[in-house]
């Protein structure tokens, strides 16, 4: 199902709903909280995650619900990685945050082929994928205008179809 009609669901309280949107998005969720935390607490962060949404949708999960896991992901990995948490307490320092759905935008987070996504990103011109990577895990400043470039790269290639899917 897309992002929206997973998000509906959950609201509705449908199990079914959070367990495909647990199918559809925890391999890369748990990838990127493996880059941060390591393997071993790589499944709790996606767990805990996944929990916040379910318990409650409203304050963290909209119509663009693969964007909102990632992003809680990502948050919750960075804050159990400095400060030495476990997941469920990183949780309850979170702060909701949203972000409105686009409509034009392909519900492909889970299909990604992650190591065409990073040849992409090396491609990229004036470091703009490092600059993304930095930014993402790191959450550093740097060049609005830079990142704003390198995000545009990112999503002309998913557009374009030059970003590959992974096999299925």
Do not use: C
Not at 44 to 64: F, N, Q, R
Not at 90 to 106: G, H, Q, V, Y
Not at 119 to 125: F, G, K, T, Y
Not at 144 to 157: F, K, N, R, V
């Amino acid at each position: 199902m897309p992002s929206p009609e997973l998000f509906q669901g959950i609201v509705a309280g449908d199990e079914i709903a959070l367990r495909d949107t647990f199918r559809s998005y925890a391999p890369t969720a748990r990838e990127l909280a493996r880059r941060i935390v390591g393997h071993a607490q790589a499944d709790d962060v996606v767990e805990e995650a996944l929990l916040l949404i379910w318990t409650k949708p409203e304050h963290w999960a909209s119509a663009a619900l693969d964007v909102h896991v990632l992003r809680i992901v990502r948050d919750l990995a960075l804050a159990v990685r400095r400060r030495g948490v476990t997941p469920a307490l990183a949780a309850l320092e979170l702060e909701p945050f949203s972000i409105a759905p686009d409509p034009n935008a392909p519900d492909i987070v889970h299909e990604i082929d992650h190591q065409e996504l990073h040849r992409l990103m090396l491609r990229m011109p004036n470091e703009g994928g490092r600059k993304l990577e930095d930014a993402w895990f790191d959450e550093s400043a740097s060049d609005d205008d830079d990142l704003s470039e390198a995000m545009g790269e990112l999503a002309e290639g998913i557009y374009s179809g030059r970003l590959n899917r992974r096999s299925q």
